[in-house]
T-cell receptor, first 116, second 112 residues
Framework: GAGVSQSPSNKVTEKGKDVELRCDPI?????LYWYRQSLGQGLEFLIY????????KSGLPSDRFSAERTGGSVSTLTIQRTQQEDSAVYLC??????????????FGPGTRLTVL | SQQGEEDPQALSIQEGENATMNCSYK?????LQWYRQNSGRGLVHLIL?????REKHSGRLRVTLDTSKKSSSLLITASRAADTASYFC????????????FGKGTKLTVNP
């Protein structure tokens, strides 16, 4: 597609349930990023993929959070046993990257997760 | 902890006026970027300035970078109501991870 897409756009879940968030990066982009934005806050880095591997997963807040990327394209962020503090907008971004220059990133519209 | 800190946190101006937002950061960077966010959803890249650049222009946007003071400013000239949004600075570091570190943003309101 022309841009980064994410699904679902909104997700409401009950505390303790697992959720999966999906990101489709721009075709050909080798790098993919997940960020989280809590209400009124800036973006918090979660994980970075180069191809299918994750050289930097330092931002994952706990072992309840995991992510994978297959075929160098689609990525899924999974949150197990969701907690109310997981409520946030989860944003995915992609770019060509790989040069260590932290270049421009292209963002999707985000998934708004609400944990009741 | 977040690298960039924008100031002011909120700014309200009249259409036609200029808007200036500032960003400070803590460690050495490779580049600094400004993004815009409408309605709390996806971010749109506005401009990137590299650590060896001091000023950059794009349309009504002007960005400056002072690496000695570890600060940057974004100037929007002749603002329009459509410029109402949140603006974030993000820093990329030398070497290592490709991640960006974002500040908390400046919420700009342009009144018609």
């Amino acid at each position: 597609g022309a841009g980064v897409s994410q699904s679902p756009s909104n997700k409401v879940t009950e505390k303790g349930k697992d959720v999966e968030l999906r990101c489709d990066p721009i075709s050909g982009h080798t790098a993919l990023y997940w960020y989280r934005q809590s209400l009124g806050q800036g973006l918090e880095f979660l994980i970075y993929f180069q191809g299918n591997s994750a050289p930097d997963k330092s931002g994952l807040p706990s072992d309840r959070f995991s992510a994978e990327r297959t075929g160098g394209s689609v990525s899924t962020l999974t949150i197990q046993r969701t907690q109310q503090e997981d409520s946030a907008v989860y944003l995915c971004a992609s770019n060509l990257a790989g040069g260590g220059f932290a270049d421009t990133q292209y963002f999707g519209p985000g998934t708004r997760l609400t944990v009741l | 902890s977040q690298q960039g800190e924008e100031d002011p946190q909120a700014l309200s101006i009249q259409e036609g006026e200029n808007a200036t937002m500032n960003c400070s950061y803590k460690t050495s960077i490779n580049n600094l970027q400004w993004y815009r966010q409408n309605s709390g959803r996806g971010l749109v890249h506005l401009i990137l300035i590299r650590s060896n650049e001091r000023e950059k222009h794009s349309g009504r946007l002007r960005v400056t970078l002072d690496t000695s003071k570890k600060s940057s400013s974004l100037l929007i000239t002749a603002s329009r109501a459509a410029d109402t949004a949140s603006y974030f600075c993000a820093t990329g570091f030398q070497g290592g991870s490709e991640k960006l570190v974002f500040g908390k943003g400046t919420k700009l309101t342009v009144n018609p």
